[in-house]
Structures are given as structure tokens and as C-alpha cells.
């Protein structure tokens, strides 16, 4: 089983090496950008192949632990706060020795991860699938692919790591390839500029990630996830929130959390298809994954779900608000992916990893189908601006309902799988304001209120860009543009978008709609129906105010918080004179102190050698009788020297 | 077997001492270089081959004669887990250098002589890795200078007199008192043979007398690694060099001085490196942040490299400074890790340079994967994996330094230590930061005006690169290959079980 499990993460890595290496000439062929069909075609396979191959294996591993006498317990039963089992499936391909704790190099496959992997196998699928028309006419397809074979490789290694320092490569080398596909067109200083600070972003808080790694694998004795899990029930308190504290740090950058968000709504610079891929279904949502994986960890640690709750609750109402003032179609999915990702978050602060984990599912098909639809939006329309889109509906057949699924799903709108997802998340939040376990009261309830408010905030914001793009008047820019931006049509011809890019879309919007059915046992009504009529206050709202005036922007209900909501509450420009001038400003003093005064220092020394041998060279006029003289006055002082002293 | 060991020495001096016998230099002696030293490489292959990994702990294949008998000075060399890494790269990367010498000479000509300095060079880097007697380390390690002087003074830059002048005075000052350190040791034990020394532990040396010891030890390995506050030769040296110079120079020089921390300084005084560990400690992990900040500053791509320099050899001290196993190995793997990437990023810089004929990023301008699509992805790849990405060599030594500075060994102040993997930490973001911010700058936007079309990667560059590129990937995804060498010779150096 683990060989299958190997296969799964291997394969995709394979096809990027093959992508990488397999695809160019290096002497001879085209001119630089240009594009050969053949090349085209073999990158294609290159991509497609081994990820739907990977796709199969990793539904089979899923359908093997479920048929497995060890039941698959869906999202029901397994209560909080118990053990976990062992992984049904692992295995070990070497230990290696570091002189302290060793590594061990090996794969193990639980429910948790199996469903997850299934999660990003299929969306990465009908990623590479759809990136063959999206970049029909881009030049480096064969590298963009590959970095998304490379990518979908290593969050499967995360996923099914065995040892917490094999997820932390699988961990670090997606943000390196989510570096290298946000920085995907860097012939563009933003986009590289973006691509820079989402990296270092992620890395500060992977550094707190590594350290908590640490904290567990000394506590444990070993770094086996296993083992890690199985020695929680001895470790102190302290110990405990310490290591959950610095994971928190690496959970909040890789899942964009305040205070470590800022870099997701940038990284929009990339192609869609990774906007889709990346930051939406999958990377994002490592975070959370992580912290279901280990959940007992962060159960013993009753401050970090505290905190956790509170970042959390911040975060889902902040990037709901900011998210209803963008007019950038692709910012409105970031900053809703932030507020969605809180929700997770919330979930696991409130005590149920199974509500997380239904909604990080049901989350990761939505919003890879939103972000997919917005991609032939922009792909026909040459913008990312909903002041240039409107009325579409009638042109994108295929398209509008798909996205209309996605917004219903988004809202959590019955029966979409959003629906029952985020349901089971604010039943999991009353239940914990309820019963004020595992959080204290105050951060319960504050969850429960920020949840609630946000529900009506995301309706508001989900039917805005509905209604702004598929409806009313078109302000479509009906002229050639000079120079398309990379990435979108040349010409506006009101045309749906390529069937390669439909296929996808067509076959996301299923798990979109019907995914929630899985999780109709833990429906609570009462909570449901409160939450629905909040999402349908928040949506009735911009539907008013557009009807008033379909030209003008819902958006303007927010009165004077709309600025502030626009720039994401200047946290930003906030960070840029924290952290970046500071650091630049102290780069450029150690450069001037390290010429001046270190070696300074090192000149002033040899400085100093020359001008005391140039004292003693004085000395050596050549003059004997100056010589002869000092001979005869050190005589005469030793003679001298010894008579009295004698 | 320990003919491999002579000959690994024998054979690039026999191919210096050819070259000055042959006058005029034919045709033939473009591939002269490359075949002394691939001969050499063969050599430090099959002697990785014929080792005896179950037994990595002790020196193998010994040759050990009387070679001074009046100053107890022996010819003791041999090879152990420490140590093989060690003379495998520095027969690699010379023969790399070689190799990327047939197409890509620099400026200043005469050839001949400068592949006769390289393997003088080659001679004495290979030797101080080789060499088991304290006197004749020291002797080793002093023959490398002389050449890497006349590489700087006259294949070098603009700047090269200075810089050559720079070099050979500061790092001869730190020999001298690295030279005073090693008597002191041999004038209480009596005895200059490493392995003796390393298996008493310090038996036999008092404690302030090891103190003493380690200080000067130190100081003079220290100017070498380069820890700061001793590094400022080190910018100068680079930046004039030419390629090969400064590949041999990171790549192998360096590590001459944190080998000696392993190899000499802990294992040999065990009670001196205790009291002064925190020191070294404090003053590699500012040298990190030091590095991290004095890059992000520099205008130059060359100059910037050797910033970085500082910064990694500051978390290869760091791992020492935690007196530790996993510290020592983490060493040891950033040793081979930088010699790596350091070494690959120094011949790109290189051949950037060749190209644009400078090195300033303002006057490089962007947009280099446009222009050099080749070049700048592995311009790219080089830096990526010198930042520390995990599954690339440059993560491992880091990662095991921090997790040293996690648990130092018993007696080191476990709180400083920790603040010490912080601020480790904090230069790792920085790092990131430099790295990331230069190929912003360089390879990414658009090229600035239409320029001449440059060659992108010849051939001769690409074989001289790609085992650099294969070894970087292939020891990030099983660092054990290494770990496995060093792990039990390091236990064997700090009496660990």
C-alpha cells in the first residue's frame, strides 16, 4: 500500500522533472518565445497524464481505508479530544541517523490524509487540463506545467508524509513553486514583486513552523508523526502550547491568517489557473490540514485554540468586508478565500476537525470552480475588473451556471455543498460558545458572533460580484486592446471560453453542488436556518441597492468604511513601515559599517603598521656615527645599570 | 590501498612540476589541466569507493613515516568519515574548474601558468584534508595561500592588487596565530599526531592552558571560515578573483577553516571549546543576520555572493558551537552544501560577468530569463537552493544547525542557545530575502533596451555545472548519503555513544 501511496507522490514529481528537462532543445530550436506545437503537445501529456494517473490511485487508496475492516468514519463519530489510531497504511524507507533525533523517511496514509490527497490529486487534474487552453498561446507552458506537476507533488508529500521534517520539505517546496507560478509572467515588476513577498511571508512563518517541529520531536523523542501523536497524552502543558504556538505561525502563513494574509490577495498576480490551483484548493489549505493532522496536539494547548479563535474570528470578517469593496474579480476571490479559510480555522479552534476538514473539502471544489470560471471570464473579457464585465450572463452559457453554483456554494445557499459544510461549522462554533469547551467563553463567543455577521457579509459580497458581472449592462470594452495582457484573449468576440477550459469547469461544479450530501447526517437545523436567513439578509441587501441603480457599485453601502475596506484596513502599508524600511534601512548601515568601522578597523591597522615602521625607519639614518654613538650611550646605561643596581 | 592517498597528492604535483619542464605550450595543454585533475578525481572516487563505511570513525588508509624526527614532525596522512567528503569535493570542484577553463579563460593569458598554480593550489587543499599531523595540517594548509595570492594578483579584476595584498596578509596573521595555538597544544602533550589527540580528549592539557589553546586555534581557523568580525578579506578577495579562483575559494578555502574546528579545536580540546562555544556561537549567529543585512545592501552580484558567504559559514559555526553530533554534522553537510551551491552560483556569476561585462545589478539591468533563459534559470536555481529550500543540499546543514542550537550539548546555557536559533532563524528569512530580491531584480522585468544578443550556456560551462546541480538535488533528497559518512566519526571526535 505505501508503494501506491509512493507512486501517488512520485509521479507528478517525475512529470515535472520530465517537463522541465524533456521539453526544450538546448541548442538549436526557435528563437527565445517562441512556441512549437510539438513542444506544445508533449508538455500537454507530459502534465496531464501522470496527474490523472495519480488522481485514480489516490480515489483507490481512498476507497481501499474506507472498505478496509477499519471503518472510514466520514466526518461523523470520532469525538474530539481522543487518540487517533495508527495510520492504517504506512511505511518506512529508511531512518537517517542526524547525531540527535533521527529522520524517518516514510509515507503514512490515515483517512484524514487519503481524503485530502483525493482533494488535490482531482483539482490539480482539472488544473492541467484546463491550463491547456488557458495558456494556448504562452511560450513557457512546458515550465508552468511542470512547476504545477512539482507543486501537486510535494502537497501530496505533505499530506502523506510520515515524519514531520518530510512534510516540512513537502511544505517548503510549495512555496516555492507557488514562488515560481505567482512570478509566472515576471516580465511585470508587480507580479515578481508579489511572487517575492508571498515567499517571504510564508518562509517567516515557516520559520516558527520548523521550531515548533522541534519543540514536538524532542517532546516525543522522534519526529514519526505516529509517535509524535502517540506521546501527546505525556507532554506538558507548556511544552505543548509552546510547539502549537510556533505552528500557528506556520498555519497562519501557508493559510493566509491574520496576521500573515497580507501575501494571498497579491499573489491574484499569477495565472488563474494557479490562483485556482494554489491559492484557493490547495496550499491554503495545508494550514488547516496540518493542524487537523495534529489535532490531540492542539487539543492538550486550551491558549493556542484561544488565539486561534481570535485570529480567526478577525480574519473572516476583516477579508469578508475587504473582499465586498474590490472591484478586481480575482482580489473578491482571494480575500473570500482568506474569510473562508478563518472558517476552518474556527472549526478547529472550536473543537470539531471533522467540521474543517468537510469544509476545507467542500471549500477546495467551490473555490477552485470559482476561480476557474472567473479565469474564462477574464480570459474573454481581457480584465480582471468587474467595471469592465456585466451582463455576461448571456454570452457564457456554460460559464454563468457554473459560477452561480460557486456563489450559491460560497454563500451557503441550500443545496449547494457549502451549504452544509459551513453549517457544520458554525453548529460546531454554538456548540463550543455553548458548552465553553475547549475555548474560554470570550473567545467562543466572539468566534460565534464575527461567524455569524460574516455569514451575512459574505452573502452580501458573493451576490455583488454575481450581480456585477453576469447582469445588467455590459461595460465589456468592446475595442482590440494593443497589447493583451498575457493570459486573456486578444480581442473581445463575446465567445465562451475553449472547450478545454469548459471541461473542467463542467466537471468541478458536480463535487460543487452535490459534495455536501456526504455530510447531511450532521446537518443542524436550527442553526442552518438561522445562518441561511442571514446569508439571504446580506445578498437581499445588494440586490436592493443594485436594483436602485444597476450601473452603480453595491459596493457603496459600506458608506465611509469603504476605503479603509478597499486597502484591507492599510495593514499593508502598516507592514511595509514596520518590518521592510526598517530592515533596509539596517541592510544599509551594516554595508556602511562594515566598510568603515570593521574594516576600517583592518586598513586603520595596516595603516598604522606603516606609520610606525616609518618612525623606525627614522632610526636607520646610515650615518655611523650616530650609530656608534648609541652603542656607546647603551654601554654606558648598562654599566651604569649594573653598578647601582649590583 | 594508501597508495591512493600519495597519489592523490603525488599526481597533481607531478603535473605542476611537468608543466615547468614543458616551454612551449602546445596545443595539447588545453586539455592538460582537465586530465591531471580528472586523473586526481578518479583517484578521490575510487578511494570513496574502497572505504570502509562500517568503520567511517577511523582514519583509513594510513601512511605514517618520521619525516622531521627533530621537531617529531611525521608524514601522517589518511582518510576518515570527516574527511572523505572533504578531498572528494575539492578534486571535483578543481576538476570543474579545469573544465570550465577550456573555453573560459580570463583575462590576463598565460594559461600554463595558471593551471600550474591551480594544482599547487590543488596539492595543498587536498593535503590539509588529508593531513593527520598537526604540523604538517599546518604546513598544508599554509601552501594553499601562496597560489591563491597569484590567482587573485593576476588573473584577478581591476582591484586585484589590493585585494591579493589584503588576502594573503590577513590570513597569514591568522595562521601565525593558529601556529602558536598548535605548539602550545604540542607543548603539553608532547605529541602532534591527530589522532592521538583527538582520542585523549583533552587529557593531559590543562584546563586555562586548552582556553589559551582554543583561542588561538580559533582565531586563526576563525579568519579562515570566515567568522565575523574577521571576514572583511573576504568580500575583496571575491569580488576581484577570477571565476575559478573565487569557486575554489568558497567552494574548498573556507572549509579549510570550520574542518579544523572538527577536526583539531573540539575534538583535541574539548574543555576549552566548552568555556568558548557561546562565544562562537554569538559571533557566527551575528554573522548570520550580519551577512543576511550587509547582502541586501550590495550592489554588486559578485560582492553579494560573498556577503552569503559569511551568512551560511555563520550557520556551519553555529552547528560547532553546540558541541553536538547533529551541530557537527550539520557542519560538516553545510561544508559540502556550500562548497556546492556557493561554488555553482560563483561560476554563474562568473559567466554573467564574461557576458555583460560587469557584475553591478544596476548595470545588469532585467529581464535576464528573457535575454538568458538558460543562464538565469540557473541563476535562479543556484540561489533558490543557497537560500535553504528543503529537498536541495543547502537546507540540511542549516536545518541541523538550528536543531543543534535546539538542544546544545550538556553544560551550554540552553536559553542563549535558543536565542541563538531565533536570531538563526531570523536569518534564514533574510537570506530568502537577498536571494529573492536580487533575482527580482536581475532576472525578472524586462530587458532595458534593445541589446546584442548574448550566447546563452555553452557547452563547456553546462558540464562544468551540471554535477553541481545533480549533486545539489541529489544530496537535498537523500542527505544521508552524507549523514551516514559523518555521523560516526563525529560521535567517535566528542566521545558521544
Not at chain 1, 212 to 232: C, P
Not at chain 2, 270 to 294: C, D, H, M, R, T
Not at chain 2, 424 to 440: C, R
Request: one cysteine or more; hydrophobic letters at 55%.
Amino acid at each position: 500500500m505505501t508503494g501506491v501511496a509512493g507512486a501517488v507522490v512520485l509521479l507528478p514529481f517525475l512529470a515535472a522533472v520530465a517537463g522541465l528537462l524533456g521539453t526544450r532543445r538546448l541548442w538549436g530550436g526557435g528563437p527565445p518565445g517562441s512556441i512549437e506545437p510539438a513542444v506544445y503537445r508533449r508538455a500537454a501529456w507530459i502534465a496531464v497524464v501522470p496527474t490523472a494517473i495519480s488522481a485514480a490511485l489516490a480515489i483507490w487508496l481512498l476507497t481501499y481505508l474506507a472498505t478496509t475492516p477499519r471503518r472510514f468514519t466520514s466526518f461523523v463519530e470520532h469525538p474530539a479530544g481522543t487518540g487517533r489510531l495508527p495510520a492504517a497504511v504506512q511505511g518506512t524507507l529508511t531512518v537517517i541517523d542526524t547525531g540527535a533525533i533521527p529522520i524517518t523517511a516514510g509515507l503514512r496514509v490515515d483517512d484524514l490524509a487519503a481524503l485530502v490527497a483525493v482533494l488535490v490529486t482531482v483539482v490539480a487534474l482539472a488544473v492541467q487540463v484546463y491550463s491547456i487552453g488557458y495558456m494556448r498561446h504562452e511560450p513557457r507552458y512546458p515550465s508552468f506545467s511542470a512547476f504545477i506537476s512539482l507543486f501537486t507533488s510535494a502537497m501530496l508529500l505533505v499530506v502523506y508524509a510520515g515524519d514531520l521534517l518530510v512534510l516540512y520539505v513537502g511544505w517548503e517546496i510549495m512555496g516555492l513553486c507557488s514562488y515560481l507560478l505567482i512570478g509566472h509572467w515576471w516580465e511585470d515588476r508587480a507580479n515578481s514583486r508579489a511572487a517575492v513577498k508571498a515567499f517571504l511571508v510564508t518562509r517567516l512563518g515557516d520559520v516558527g513552523f520548523l521550531f515548533g517541529i522541534f519543540t514536538l520531536g524532542f517532546a516525543a523523542g522522534g519526529f514519526r508523526i505516529d509517535d509524535v501523536i502517540a506521546k501527546v497524552p505525556t507532554m506538558s502543558t507548556g511544552t505543548l502550547v509552546t510547539a502549537t504556538m510556533l505552528l500557528l505561525l506556520g498555519v497562519a502563513g501557508k493559510s493566509a491568517q491574520v496576521p500573515l494574509h497580507t501575501w494571498l490577495p497579491d499573489a491574484m498576480a499569477g495565472p488563474t489557473p494557479i490562483s485556482a490551483l494554489i491559492h484557493a484548493a490547495t496550499m491554503v489549505a495545508a494550514g488547516i490540514f496540518v493542524v487537523a493532522l495534529l489535532y490531540p496536539a492542539f487539543l492538550g494547548a486550551g491558549p493556542t485554540l484561544d488565539l486561534l479563535a481570535v485570529l480567526a474570528s478577525a480574519g473572516m470578517l476583516g477579508a469578508a468586508l475587504a473582499a465586498l469593496a474590490q472591484d478586481d474579480l480575482k482580489r473578491v476571490l482571494a480575500y473570500s478565500t482568506i474569510s473562508q479559510l478563518a472558517y476552518m480555522a474556527g472549526a478547529l479552534a472550536a473543537g470539531s476537525d471533522q467540521a474543517a476538514i468537510f469544509h476545507l473539502v467542500t471549500h477546495g471544489a467551490f473555490k477552485a470552480l470559482l476561480f476557474l470560471c472567473a479565469g474564462a471570464v477574464i480570459h474573454v473579457v481581457g480584465s480582471n475588473l468587474m467595471s469592465d464585465m456585466g451582463g455576461l450572463r448571456r454570452s457564457m452559457t456554460v460559464t454563468f451556471p457554473a459560477m452561480t453554483i460557486g456563489f450559491a456554494a460560497l454563500m451557503g445557499l441550500p443545496p449547494a455543498s457549502g451549504f452544509f459544510s459551513k453549517d457544520a461549522v458554525l453548529a460546531a462554533v454554538e456548540h463550543a460558545a455553548a458548552e465553553g469547551a475547549p475555548l474560554t467563553d470570550a473567545a467562543a463567543w466572539l468566534l460565534y458572533g464575527c461567524a455569524l455577521l460574516t455569514v451575512a457579509v459574505t452573502g452580501a459580497y458573493a451576490a455583488r460580484a454575481w450581480l456585477r458581472t453576469f447582469f445588467g449592462e455590459s461595460r465589456v470594452r468592446q475595442v482590440a486592446l494593443p497589447e493583451p495582457e498575457p493570459g486573456v484573449a486578444h480581442v473581445w468576440d463575446g465567445r465562451e471560453a475553449p472547450a478545454s477550459m469548459l471541461w473542467p469547469i463542467g466537471v468541478l461544479a458536480v463535487p460543487a453542488l452535490l459534495l455536501g450530501f456526504a455530510g447531511v447526517g450532521l446537518v443542524d437545523w436550527s442553526s442552518a436556518v438561522i445562518s441561511l436567513l442571514v446569508a439571504l439578509l446580506g445578498a437581499g441587501a445588494v440586490y436592493a441597492a443594485w436594483r436602485a441603480d444597476p450601473a452603480a457599485d453595491p459596493a457603496r453601502l459600506l458608506g465611509p468604511l469603504r476605503v479603509p475596506c478597499e486597502q484591507a484596513f492599510y495593514v499593508d502599508s502598516v507592514y511595509y513601515r514596520v518590518f521592510v524600511v526598517p530592515v533596509l534601512w539596517l541592510a544599509r548601515l551594516v554595508a556602511r559599517t562594515d566598510d568603515t568601522v570593521v574594516d576600517g578597523a583592518v586598513r586603520g591597522s595596516g595603516g598604522v603598521a606603516i606609520g610606525v615602521s616609518g618612525l623606525l625607519r627614522r632610526l636607520q639614518t646610515g650615518n655611523a656615527q650616530l650609530y656608534l654613538t648609541g652603542v656607546l650611550a647603551g654601554v654606558l646605561i648598562i654599566a651604569v645599570g649594573a653598578v647601582v643596581l649590583g | 590501498m594508501s597508495a591512493i592517498i600519495i597519489g592523490l597528492l603525488a599526481v597533481p604535483l607531478a603535473g605542476a612540476a611537468v608543466l615547468l619542464l614543458l616551454t612551449r605550450p602546445a596545443r595539447l595543454l588545453r586539455w592538460y589541466g582537465p586530465a591531471v585533475s580528472g586523473v586526481t578525481l578518479v583517484l578521490a572516487l575510487v578511494l570513496a569507493g574502497s572505504f570502509d563505511y562500517g568503520r567511517a570513525a577511523r582514519a583509513q588508509f594510513e601512511i605514517d613515516h618520521a619525516w622531521i624526527p627533530g621537531l617529531d614532525l611525521r608524514f601522517h596522512l589518511g582518510v576518515d568519515g570527516v574527511s572523505l567528503p572533504l578531498v572528494v569535493l575539492t578534486a571535483l570542484l578543481t576538476f570543474l574548474c579545469f573544465l570550465y577553463l577550456v573555453r573560459h579563460r580570463p583575462e590576463g593569458g598565460r594559461s600554463g601558468a595558471l593551471a600550474f598554480t591551480l594544482l599547487v593550489l590543488e596539492v595543498g587543499m587536498i593535503g590539509t584534508f588529508l593531513a593527520l599531523d598537526l604540523l604538517l595540517f599546518f604546513v598544508f594548509f599554509e601552501i594553499v595561500l601562496i597560489p591563491m595570492y597569484f590567482v587573485i594578483a593576476i588573473w584577478g579584476g581591476k582591484e586585484r592588487r589590493g585585494a591579493a595584498v589584503k588576502f594573503i596578509l590577513y590570513t597569514l596573521l591568522g595562521s601565525a596565530v593558529l601556529l602558536l595555538g598548535l605548539l602550545l597544544i604540542w607543548a603539553h602533550t608532547g605529541t602532534l599526531d591527530m589522532v592521538r589527540l583527538a582520542g585523549a580528549h583533552g587529557a593531559g592539557i590543562p584546563r586555562a592552558a586548552q582556553i589559551l589553546a582554543f583561542l588561538a586555534v580559533g582565531a586563526g581557523l576563525a579568519v579562515k571560515a570566515p567568522m565575523w568580525p574577521l571576514h572583511t578579506w573576504l568580500p575583496a578577495a571575491h569580488t576581484e578573483a577570477p571565476t575559478v579562483g573565487s569557486v575554489l575559494l568558497a567552494g574548498v578555502l573556507l572549509k579549510m577553516g570550520t574542518y579544523g574546528f572538527v577536526r583539531i579545536a573540539i575534538p583535541v580540546l574539548p574543555e576549552g571549546a566548552a568555556v568558548l562555544a557561546p562565544w562562537l556561537g554569538a559571533f557566527a549567529v551575528v554573522g548570520i543576520v550580519y551577512g543576511s543585512l550587509a547582502c541586501l545592501a550590495q550592489r554588486d552580484l559578485k560582492r553579494m555572493i560573498a556577503y552569503s558567504s559569511v551568512g551560511h559559514m555563520g550557520f556551519v559555526l553555529l552547528g560547532l558551537a553546540t558541541l553536538t553530533p547533529v551541530g557537527m554534522n550539520a557542519a560538516l553537510f553545510g561544508n559540502i552544501a556550500h562548497g556546492l551551491i556557493t561554488g555553482l552560483l560563483f561560476f554563474v556569476a562568473g559567466a554573467i560577468k564574461e557576458r555583460y561585462g560587469t557584475s553591478e545589478m544596476s548595470r545588469l539591468g532585467g529581464g535576464m530569463l528573457a535575454r538568458l533563459p538558460y543562464l538565469g534559470s540557473l541563476l535562479t536555481f543556484a540561489c533558490v537552493a543557497s537560500l535553504g529550500l528543503p529537498g536541495l543540499a543547502g537546507f540540511w546543514g542549516e536545518m541541523l544547525a538550528l536543531l543543534g542550537a535546539f538542544h546544545p550539548a550538556p553544560g551550554l546555557s540552553r536559553p542563549l542557545f535558543l536565542v541563538f536559533m531565533v536570531v538563526g532563524g531570523i536569518g534564514t528569512v533574510l537570506t530568502a530575502a537577498y536571494f529573492l530580491l536580487m533575482l527580482s531584480r536581475v532576472t525578472h522585468g524586462r530587458p532595458d533596451e534593445p541589446v546584442p544578443r548574448l550566447g546563452d550556456v555553452s557547452p563547456y560551462e553546462l558540464a562544468a555545472w551540471t554535477p553541481l546541480v545533480v549533486l545539489t538535488v541529489a544530496l537535498g533528497l537523500w542527505p544521508k548519503a552524507l549523514l551516514a559518512v559523518t555521523d560516526p566519526a563525529v560521535r567517535a571526535f566528542l566521545g558521544a555513544p
